[in-house]
């Protein structure tokens, strides 16, 4: 374990906050269904700056100026009991309550230390991320958004947890850009306002009321894994997608990039699994909304704007079909998710609430059954700049206990992908060391 010694920790308030213009957000059914689910937590790794930048007090400042533009990663999340029908609701006050920043020292930790051989990830990158542990639900004692930063021996690691029912990554890398941004130039007047988004679903009543049994925290249940960053060059993923097409070939249908890889993942991970062949295998996929709906959305538009997508075969039919096979399943899911399934999913849910739970339950053999793919290559992760170069490496940590988590981020290369992936110890094999090289 890396000795990680804590130098501070304090609340960074937005510059300014008008408390008579105070807004209040309700959550819709896409985020309250997170209510249980862990915080999402990413992490860029820097090469060290020069000792006169003064990295802390230029954080903080900048990170002020930003959440006086991302407001509502200040407030907090607030709980309304309503005894009468034994329910309870929630919503963001923006109150100007500030985020958590975090300063830490880790200097016996080189950047060689986090970079390790073969693309595996050291077992000590836990305390490196400042909200570990903590559930949506706990937003209304908790900061919405926590960050930390650590110096390294020859580096800075920064950190970040948020809220999920909050922003969704689209909506939290485009606050990291912005508030890299600000650090950089010292200004913010060139920056847009932010843009909400709107209750657009018609049909439910505000605040959405939940049955006070499904608020209840599921036991907690970690399961032993491994994790190991893949990464897929432009070459592997080109091999990959012109395999998965040519196998599906006659079709009108065309297999993406990303797919191909899922794909090629899904299929690698079942045939290290324990499953029989009528055993079902499920991969579930995350999906910005924004341009599916109508009308669209505007891409900038702050909040949790996703849906998933969810595809399901047996590990026989996986193994007899193949790659091509597999990514059309992915990708007639993926299509599946349009305006009106959206709609009618946050109609039906709120007619009889159900809280999906954040862990797989029946322990290690079930986790083995479920891929579940988060964020997206389209991110720009490495476009960060907080005045002393770019990202070098970028880094998650997982929810350990929900099957298989693939973390997908943009490679440092061009056209390139990286897949942060945490596997079940019970399905770990060192054939999976290659994985990413094996078309």
């Not at 606050?175 to 130039?185: D, E, K, M, V």
């Not at 988004?197 to 036991?219: A, C, N, R």
């Not at 909304?289 to 959305?297: A, H, T």
């Amino acid at each position: 374990m890396a000795d990680v010694i804590l130098a501070s920790s304090t609340i960074v308030r937005p510059e300014n906050v008008n408390q008579s213009c105070r807004t209040k957000i309700h959550l819709t059914p896409y985020d309250l269904k997170l209510l249980n689910f862990a915080y999402p937590q990413r992490g860029l790794l820097f090469s060290k700056p020069d000792q006169e930048t003064h990295i802390i007090p230029k954080l903080k400042a900048s990170l002020s100026t930003a959440l006086e533009i991302y407001f509502p990663l200040a407030g907090r999340l607030i709980k309304i009991d309503r005894p009468e029908d034994n329910t309870v609701s929630y919503y963001v006050d923006c109150d100007g309550s500030g985020a958590k920043f975090i300063h830490a020292k880790a200097e016996l930790v080189s950047i060689k230390d986090f970079l390790q051989p073969h693309d595996s990830v050291p077992n000590f990158t836990r305390c490196f991320f400042p909200a570990n542990d903590l559930k949506s639900s706990d937003g209304i004692s908790e900061s919405l958004l926590l960050l930390q930063v650590t110096e390294l021996k020859d580096g800075v690691f920064i950190s970040f947890g948020y809220n999920h029912m909050v922003a969704d990554g689209s909506s939290f890398w485009n606050f990291i850009h912005t508030w890299s941004t600000i650090c950089l130039n010292g200004s913010s007047s060139h920056i847009q306002p932010l843009v909400l988004k709107e209750l657009f679903l018609e049909g439910i009543d505000y605040p959405i009321h939940i049955p006070v049994p499904e608020t209840k925290i599921p036991q907690k249940c970690e399961i032993p894994s491994k994790e190991r960053v893949f990464h897929f060059t432009k070459k592997n993923i080109s091999d990959l997608k012109a395999k998965a097409n040519e196998e599906i070939c006659p079709s009108d249908l065309k297999i993406s990039s990303l797919q191909a890889v899922l794909a090629h993942l899904w299929l690698s991970i079942i045939k290290q699994s324990r499953l029989n062949r009528e055993e079902e295998s499920h991969i579930i996929v995350a999906a910005d909304m924004r341009r599916r709906l109508n009308p669209p959305l505007d891409m900038a538009c702050f909040g949790n704007v996703t849906h998933q997508a969810m595809a399901t075969a047996t590990a026989g039919e996986m193994l007899d079909q193949g790659l091509g096979w597999a990514a059309l399943q992915i990708n007639e899911q993926v299509r599946s998710l349009t305006n009106e399934s959206y709609k009618t999913f946050a109609e039906t849910w709120v007619r009889n609430v159900k809280l999906p739970l954040p862990k797989i339950s029946g322990g290690p053999r079930k986790a083995e059954t479920y891929l579940v793919v988060t964020s997206s290559p389209w991110f720009e992760v490495y476009d960060n700049d907080f005045g002393w170069g770019k990202p070098i490496a970028v880094r998650a940590e997982p929810n350990n206990g929900f099957g298989v988590s693939l973390v997908v981020f943009r490679g440092v290369e061009e056209g390139s992908i990286d897949v942060h992936a945490t596997i079940p110890l019970s399905i770990w094999s060192d054939v999976l060391v290659n994985l990413s090289t094996v078309v």
